[in-house]
């Protein structure tokens, strides 16, 4: 594999599982980088550093940094954004390789719906588990844990693809594994009587 298609395909990887966490701030975040020249998007991204996606995508960036430290109103926007992240996540992978053949579109889709599918269910877990807790503390701790997350994911996927993207198997192994953890623990628990 050349240089060229990691650094693609760590872009791919990162934008949707990205999306999964929060698809607004790296929609925000590339449009930035490359309307001030820090990274070169590929031509099918190039509409993300246009103007008018930019102001939108910032504006949705701020509401979901404020909605997102809001205990149940973040397990709200979780569950609507199912309907967004994931289907934007397979969106923007599939971008990346926009000059590539249908074929490689589509693999790049299908994975990326994948990781953005992770990434989001990942979040949206343990985010309705940590809305058990009283106290709002956890819930903003963990939104910025999210967003210190996410800037880091796709630092490393701009500067060290190869890095990211087994940073990005360690994190699918781990989510699979707490998942099934969590259902484990779900399903075993007696029931509660009223």
Do not use: C
């Not at 599982?17 to 975040?29: E, S």
């Not at 969590?182 to 029931?191: Q, S």
Request: aromatic residues 8%; neutral net charge; glycine residues 10%.
């Amino acid at each position: 594999m050349s240089d060229a298609f990691i650094a693609q395909a760590a872009l791919a990887a990162a934008l949707a599982w990205g999306a999964g966490l929060r698809l607004y701030a790296v929609v925000f975040a590339l449009g930035l980088l490359g309307r001030s020249g820090g990274v070169e998007l590929p031509e099918s991204l190039a509409v993300l550093s246009h103007p008018l996606v930019l102001v939108g995508s910032g504006v949705l960036t701020l509401a979901e940094f404020v909605g997102d430290k809001i205990p149940l109103v973040d397990s709200l926007s979780d569950t609507v954004q199912t309907f967004i992240r994931i289907p934007a996540g397979a969106a923007l992978a599939a971008a990346v390789f926009g000059d590539s053949s249908g074929a490689m579109q589509t693999l790049a889709a299908l994975a990326g719906g994948g990781f953005a599918a992770t990434s989001h269910v990942a979040k949206a877990g343990s985010r309705a588990l940590i809305n058990t807790s009283p106290e709002p503390v956890s819930n903003v701790a963990a939104s910025l844990g999210e967003e210190t997350l996410l800037g880091a994911g796709l630092w490393l996927a701009l500067v060290h693809p190869l890095a990211f993207l087994g940073a990005l198997g360690v994190f699918l192994v781990a989510t699979l594994w707490m998942l099934r953890r969590l259902w484990h623990w779900l399903t075993r628990r007696p029931a509660r009587t009223l």
